[in-house]
């Protein structure tokens, strides 16, 4: 029988094949890199290209369903060797902007994404003419735009531009604010709690939760260890009010039916945010922000699935691509025991966990 706080995804009866688990389907992460490195994150393939402003730029020429724009030449040390940004087209006009888009078309893109951020005066800001016409022309292309903006009065403008996706929770809610995403339900948030909590909260890197010794080189645990949580007073102080924010603005946009799903910057700017795992953490940095766990299964699953557009994932049901979790707890009594991994199920075949944890750790299993 079906778990009915769900009605989705927790699942009590036994199916033909396995033994009488939690199952549930696969979660999407919708805002992660695809490769990490000990400072971030760079993409698989990069290739230097002209944009449409004249200048270099890089383009992954395979993950380029999601392509930066950011604006003049004082972003591009962002994309230099070593840097995240590898796939800008710098803009400096509403003409350049449109024509960076018309690039992308033939590309098949889905997602172009955008920054309006000045990474603390590192960098200028896009205004409300540039996006208004990246947002503008990607729309009459049938293609969407995602967007790096956590200021609250840029949401706002944002919102009134018509962006489709926030690849951050904004630092910030308001009354306004909540109201204007009532005026634009299609639009969604990405929640990436887990950078700003961590700073306060990693109560999985003392002791390392085993999921982590199996999938994440010791070095880079040790770093984080000395990282996180912060211990200078002033530094967790200013933490600790940043994660409540974040907190209290999640729980009022989820609770005002704003649609959110996840994205955990796994391998993003911050480093050490150690791919598979920080899933995990980001769904119990949901629950402790007030988020009632089935709805935090829902944004994890079916709503991800559905921001970036992959019909095959996000729920079990006939037609759909066979990827799910067999659990050995309901993680609707503990959001933690989605880490209670009994078997893992990729388009119908099971995962050898045990001969992936040999080859990760050199360690077979008993």
């Given at each position: 029988m079906a778990d009915k706080r769900s009605g989705l995804?927790?699942?009590?009866?036994?199916?033909?094949?396995?033994?009488?688990?939690?199952?549930?389907?696969?979660?999407?992460?919708?805002?992660?890199?695809?490769?990490?490195?000990?400072?971030?994150?760079?993409?698989?393939?990069?290739?230097?290209r002209p944009s449409s402003t004249g200048?270099?730029?890089?383009v992954d020429a395979i993950a380029a369903r999601v392509t930066i724009i950011v604006d003049t030449k004082e972003s591009m040390v962002e994309v230099r060797d070593g840097e995240q940004l590898k796939?800008?087209?710098?803009?400096?006009?509403?003409?350049?902007?449109?024509?960076?888009?018309?690039?992308?078309?033939?590309?098949?893109?889905?997602?172009?994404?955008?920054?309006?951020?000045?990474?603390?005066?590192?960098?200028?800001?896009?205004?409300?003419?540039?996006?208004?016409?990246?947002?503008?022309?990607?729309?009459?292309?049938?293609?969407?735009?995602a967007v790096h903006a956590t200021g609250l009065e840029d949401a706002k403008q944002l919102l009134r531009a018509g962006i489709d996706v926030f690849a951050h929770m904004i630092g910030d809610v308001d009354a306004e604010l909540?109201?204007?995403?009532?005026?634009?339900?299609?639009?969604?948030?990405?929640?990436?709690?887990?950078?700003?909590?961590?700073?306060?909260?990693?109560?999985?890197?003392?002791p390392v939760h085993p999921l982590i010794l199996e999938t994440v080189q010791p070095d880079q645990i040790k770093?984080?260890?000395?990282?996180?949580?912060?211990?200078?007073?002033?530094q967790l102080k200013r933490s600790t009010d940043a994660w409540d924010r974040l907190a209290r603005g999640i729980a009022r946009l989820s609770?005002?039916?704003?649609?959110?799903?996840?994205?955990?910057?796994?391998?993003?700017?911050?480093?050490?945010?150690f791919i598979g795992w920080t899933m995990?953490?980001?769904?119990?940095?949901?629950v402790m922000a007030g988020m009632p766990p089935a709805r935090v299964l829902v944004a994890a699953t079916r709503t991800s699935a559905e921001i970036l557009g992959q019909d095959d994932l996000g729920t079990v049901a006939a037609?759909?691509?066979?990827?799910?979790?067999?659990?050995?707890?309901?993680?609707l009594d503990d959001i933690t025991n989605t880490r209670r991994i009994a078997a893992v199920y990729l388009r119908g075949t099971e995962v050898d966990r045990a001969a992936l944890r040999a080859r990760w750790t050199g360690v077979t299993s008993q």
């Open positions: 995804f927790v699942c009590w009866r036994r199916l033909s094949s396995l033994p009488a688990h939690r199952m549930r389907p696969r979660k999407v992460n919708v805002h992660g890199c695809r490769r990490i490195s000990s400072s971030g994150c760079r993409p698989a393939t990069s290739t230097a200048t270099q730029a890089r796939a800008a087209f710098p803009v400096t006009t509403p003409e350049g902007a449109r024509a960076s888009v018309q690039e992308l078309v033939p590309r098949r893109v889905k997602l172009i994404k955008t920054w309006v951020d000045d990474r603390g005066g590192a960098v200028k800001k896009l205004t409300p003419e540039l996006y208004g016409a990246i947002i503008d022309e990607a729309h009459r292309n049938a293609l969407r735009v909540v109201s204007l995403f009532k005026e634009h339900p299609n639009t969604a948030v990405l929640s990436a709690l887990g950078g700003p909590h961590r700073a306060v909260y990693a109560p999985w890197l003392n770093r984080l260890q000395g990282r996180f949580p912060q211990r200078n007073p002033a609770a005002a039916g704003v649609k959110i799903g996840i994205g955990t910057d796994g391998g993003g700017q911050q480093g050490d945010q995990h953490a980001e769904l119990e940095n949901m037609g759909k691509s066979a990827d799910f979790v067999v659990l050995d707890a309901n993680p």
